[in-house]
């Protein structure tokens, strides 16, 4: 070996030593932040002196239902969804308040049922287990909501726990292991819940606690992610036809703009306030929502998309306008789109695509 290899391989070495060290590195200087958390993108912008009083009434008359309806610690939340499931799908839709947000998630997930069979588990993956996937999560964590004030320390607590979710979980399921759009979803859990809160969740959401089964999005190949761009691609000729046939023109597919949507379920790259929206009805009603919510944010830019050349039409569907992203004006729109039926039709016609030997049993890559 070259002198000069060597020392490549000996910085290597020593990189990877300090990475399992998990030494942290300096605080980061304090800056304005927003209600989440996240540091400002711009700082000087003047914020207003809190919520009219009327709109505060209303918030906490909301939460007062929402305290009623699951009680104390959530005990009542199983006997009000048998009795009242469409209240709570309505409440849901409106949007769950932060401050029950963690606690709510939990809930309508399953994770906390998972979480109560399986005391002490969470530890011994954290502790006692090793992963093969431990330094690929040690440089990606840091990518993570990287401007949000948890997650801005290197090798901090927010980081730390992200590891520890994401290792854990590589550990509990190593047919999975770990893949890089996983940091996001742990990464959203964790600003509302404990590691091992968060750690459960991930379980529930990736094997299917209450919905169907997340973890052929991250498989070998992603074949959940295959399956859900071809369901898309056909609901946009179907349902958005001028945005459709002005793709295939254009040679534009669900691939090039879509796939981040369903692996990390809008997580990435688009407002937190939007994403939160998103994510409540996600895990009350399953992935159906990330498609109703695609093909609105189509309908609402159809005009606009039809026009565009190619090059226009990739950046302007990584960038879609503050307008269309607002939740109170997007959801209402994905709510009205009708989707279920077909994305069941699709899913069949998929696996005979897939599977054409009828005696090899298909994947189970259905959604609920």
């Known amino acids: 070996m070259s002198n000069g290899s060597s020392q490549i391989e000996t910085e290597r070495q020593e990189a990877e030593a300090e990475a399992l060290e998990f030494k942290p590195g300096p605080v980061p200087p304090l800056r304005p932040l927003d209600r989440y958390g996240f540091v400002k993108a711009n700082p000087t912008e003047v914020s207003s002196k809190g919520q009219p009083q009327t709109e505060r009434e209303r918030e906490e ?13 959530g005990r009542d939340w199983k006997h009000y969804m048998r009795r009242k499931p469409l209240v709570v799908k309505r409440r849901v839709r409106k949007g769950i308040p932060d ?3 963690g606690l709510v998630w939990q809930l309508i997930s399953g994770s906390r049922d998972l979480l109560l069979m399986n005391q002490g588990v969470y530890e011994q993956l954290v502790l006692y287990e090793t992963s093969a996937a431990e330094l690929d999560i040690i440089r990606d964590i840091s990518r993570t909501f990287p401007s949000h004030v948890f997650f801005q320390q290197r090798h901090g607590p927010g980081q730390r726990s992200l590891y520890n979710v994401l290792k854990a979980y590589a550990v509990y399921d190593r047919d999975v292991g770990y893949v890089q759009g996983m940091g996001f979803l742990a990464g959203l859990l964790l600003l509302y ?11 529930a959401l990736l094997k299917g606690a209450v919905h169907s089964p997340m973890e052929g999005l991250y ?5 959940l992610v295959q399956q859900y761009l071809f369901q898309f691609e056909r609901l946009v000729q179907d349902l958005v036809p001028r945005v459709g046939k002005h ?25 937190f306030s ?28 159809e005009d606009d998309l039809v026009k565009l050349p190619f090059e226009k039409l990739v950046h302007a569907l990584r960038n879609f306008p503050e307008g269309a992203l607002q ?34 049993p298909p994947q189970n890559l259905s959604q609920k």
């Open 219 to 223: 498989l070998v190949g992603l074949p």
């Open 247 to 271: 793709f295939e023109n254009e040679m534009i597919n669900p691939s090039m703009y879509a796939s981040q949507w369903f692996i990390t379920v809008f997580s990435y790259s688009f407002p």
């Open 327 to 360: 939740p109170d004006t997007l959801l209402p729109l994905a709510y009205n789109i009708k989707v279920s039926k077909k994305l069941e039709e699709l899913r069949l016609e998929y696996e005979r695509m897939t599977n054409p030997n009828p005696l090899l």
């Open 193 to 203: 819940m404990s590691e091992e809160d968060a750690f459960w969740l991930l379980v």
């Open 61 to 73: 008359r909301r939460l007062r239902k929402w305290r009623r309806m699951i009680g104390v610690g």
């Open 99 to 101: 401050c029950l947000r």
């Open 274 to 301: 939007l994403a939160l929206r998103i994510w409540d009805v996600f895990l009350s009603e399953g992935v159906k929502i990330v498609f109703r919510v695609g093909l609105a944010l189509l309908r609402y830019c």
